[in-house]
């Protein structure tokens, strides 16, 4: 019996190799018509008002978090996407979160430090994020006007 475990014991052990999992690209999350369409008719501004300026990255965010919107100084917006997530989850989220870039530009999100803004009723971060009212509004956006592209398009 002993002889038996000691050979065992001595058995290359197994290794689990990890594989690559390959991260979307900006420019491929932002391939989808959709998108691109919910961009021009209604983030891009005509003069002499100016269009918003979005930076876009994708980021190591904690993995619950699949997208997070900053506005970063006014008109300019940091758009982050957690690159754990396959391209079809984060080209839903990025226009997720447009939507509230488009909620800050129309003036119904304001973030105030600690506190938010909604259509000039004061809510705080204690909201549960499917009863904070900006978050169902982008939700509807999203129902209303995403297009999920097949894989063939990609």
């Known amino acids: 019996m002993f002889f038996?475990?000691?050979i065992e014991e001595l058995k290359p052990k197994q290794t689990k190799?990890?594989?690559p999992v390959k991260i979307?690209?900006?420019?491929?999350?932002?391939a989808n018509g959709s998108t691109l369409r919910f961009i021009e008719d209604s983030l891009m501004w005509n003069p002499p008002r100016r269009s918003p300026h979005i930076l876009t990255k994708?980021?190591?965010?904690?993995?619950?978090?699949?997208?997070?919107?900053t506005e970063v100084s006014k008109g300019t917006y940091l758009i982050q996407l957690n690159?754990?997530?396959?391209i079809e989850i984060l080209q839903r989220t990025l226009f997720h979160e447009l939507a509230h870039v488009y909620q800050f530009e129309k003036?119904?999100?304001?973030?105030?430090?600690?506190?938010?803004i909604w259509k000039d009723s004061l809510y705080d971060w204690s909201q549960p994020w499917g009863e904070r009212p900006w978050e169902i509004h982008a939700e509807e956006l999203v129902?209303?006007?995403?297009?999920?592209?097949?894989?063939?398009?990609?």
């Open 24 to 30: 979307p690209t900006i420019a491929e999350v932002f």
């Open 83 to 86: 690159g754990i997530y396959p």
């Open 107 to 116: 003036g119904l999100l304001k973030e105030m430090g600690k506190r938010i």
């Open 58 to 69: 994708i980021a190591p965010l904690h993995p619950r978090i699949i997208g997070l919107t």
């Open 17 to 19: 190799m990890l594989r």
């Open 143 to 154: 129902e209303q006007l995403f297009v999920p592209i097949c894989e063939d398009d990609i």
């Open 4 to 6: 038996l475990q000691f």
